[in-house]
């Protein structure tokens, strides 16, 4: 069955200085196969920072207040399609999937 991943906008950290320039963006990856979705559901978080060197008069600044989640998604799409999230989640929805052998068991003993 398929695995989608889902990426969210959770957080915006500003800097305080009255500027609100945005320094760091927490996003949040939900990977669900909809095989069963209630069991093979996970989900995390990762924060990423901003280069804000710039202040205010970064070419392409945009003020808080016009922001969506769309342009704030952009400033880290390079960071999260280098991001091992996706691959980590998908090998734990195929561990709980398909569970390893383990290597040792119990076994009753023989007497």
Partial sequence: MAITHTETVTNLTVL???????????????SVDDSDPTNLTIQS????????????????FVAFGSLSETVVKNWVADEISKSNTKTNQEAWIESVKNPPTPAEVDKTLPW
Wanted: charged share 25%; hydrophobic share 25%; proline share 0%.
């Fill in 16 to 30: 305080n200085d009255g500027s609100d320039v945005v320094s760091e963006v927490t996003i949040k990856t939900v």
């Fill in 45 to 60: 978080e990762e924060t990423y920072s901003l280069d804000t060197s710039g202040g205010t008069s970064a070419e392409g």
